[in-house]
């Protein structure tokens, strides 16, 4: 069983960065995706990107270009480095796992198993 810890959320101006991590502790056995969500307040969670276990990565229209995805194999963590924030991008952020690579790169969130407890980003105008 995989467990994922968020951290890294805070509160920023609009125009500037934050990175969060995720720790993943566990045995995720086989081929494996892991990504990233949002959730904002009265609206569907999103999936923001995921990365495969051989390095594939999608990401959503919304935040291409502004946010990367990584991972540190070594270290067991999942990175979101996230540039030009604007408000529209405040949402509580959910780290998430899944053992179907095909679903993961699509971000469809039912198919992810593994859930973190959430880090909240906010950006102010």
């Known amino acids: 069983q995989v467990q994922l810890v968020e951290s890294g959320g805070g509160s920023v101006q609009a125009g500037g960065s934050l990175t969060l991590s995720c720790l993943a502790t566990?045995?995720?056995?086989?081929?494996?995706?892991v990504g990233w969500f949002r959730q904002a307040p009265g609206k569907e969670r999103e999936g923001v990107a995921t990365?495969?276990?051989?390095?594939?990565?999608s990401y959503a229209d919304s935040v291409k270009g502004r946010f990367t995805i990584s991972q540190d194999n070594a270290r067991q963590t999942l990175y979101l480095l996230m540039k030009s924030l604007t408000p529209e991008d405040t949402a509580m952020y959910y780290c998430?796992?899944?053992?179907?690579?095909?679903?993961?790169?699509?971000?469809?969130?039912?198919?992810?198993?593994?859930w973190g407890q959430g880090t909240q980003v906010t950006v102010s105008s």
């Open positions: 998430a796992a899944s053992s179907s690579p095909w679903f993961c790169r699509r971000r469809v969130a039912s198919r992810f198993g593994a």
């Open positions: 990365i495969d276990s051989d390095g594939s990565t």
């Open positions: 566990g045995y995720m056995r086989g081929s494996y995706c």
